[in-house]
């Protein structure tokens, strides 16, 4: 249940904090912090002990070595897949059907206003985020709420972990009207296992390629030929 009643408040600034958060802690990003922590204060949409949670958050990124929190980041999002901040990573695995769900995504953005960089994945958590503060109130917390039940699952992983980026999957969902509560989540796989190779001709390892004996999906091509092709003498 939505824990909006009345229009829900302008966040623009607090979700591209939010998204910028979400990405990889350089020196660019650190040189920014003290306006993030300015912008979180003056929009001041967040509950107050969210808003703490952040604020140290942000304080931790500015004062902890580089090296620290960058090989930290790397770890969290980059090697866990529970962690992972690419949604559809956990919607559709490496199924085929991930394909025409970024194409989706990507022409929901466009007639959203906003247009991608080569090197932007459309499920990327941050670049959400960024379309997200672009969008009407009411648009911003629908879009959100679509997402909501991704969202609550990396925020329950990283709680598992102890991590404080997991005030940001907080805010996120409280930004969608949702309540930050856990649920369960399936333990991280083994290193083993995620390297694992698919057993010969056994199907993919996830969604997509059906397994020997089970119903295969084909697609038919009709045969064209080049017109500079000619009979053969």
């Known amino acids: 249940m939505s824990l909006f009643t009345t229009t829900p408040p302008e966040a623009r600034y607090t979700l591209r904090v939010l998204a910028h958060l979400l990405r990889y802690p350089d020196a660019a990003f650190r040189a920014h912090i003290p306006e993030m922590q300015a912008a979180l204060k003056a929009e001041a949409v967040l509950a107050p002990m969210r808003q703490a949670e952040l604020q140290a958050l942000l304080q931790h990124l500015a004062k902890s070595p580089a090296l620290e929190v960058e090989s930290e980041y790397v770890e969290l999002f980059d090697r866990g897949r529970r962690t992972a901040l690419h949604l559809f990573e956990h919607v559709h695995g490496d199924s085929r059907d991930r394909g025409p769900a970024m194409i989706d995504l990507i022409q929901t953005f466009e007639k959203g206003g906003l247009f991608l ?92 390629q059906a397994r020997p004996g089970q119903p295969q999906s084909i697609q038919i091509v009709r045969k064209i030929n080049h017109p500079t092709q000619g009979a053969q003498a």
């Not at 102890?162 to 369960?184: F, H, Q």
């Not at 333990?187 to 001709?201: G, H, N, Q, R």
Request: charged share 20%; proline share 9%.
């Open 117 to 208: 960089g080569p090197e932007e994945l459309p499920d990327h958590l941050p670049v959400l985020l960024e379309f997200a503060s672009t969008q009407p109130a009411r648009e911003t917390r629908d879009f959100l709420g679509e997402v909501a039940h991704i969202v609550r699952n990396i925020f329950s992983a990283l709680q598992g972990r102890n991590s404080p980026y997991a005030s940001v999957l907080a805010a996120v969902l409280e930004l969608a009207g949702e309540k930050a509560a856990t649920v369960a989540v399936a333990p991280e796989p083994t290193m083993d296992e995620s390297w694992a190779e698919p057993e010969v001709f056994g199907g993919c390892s996830t969604e997509g």
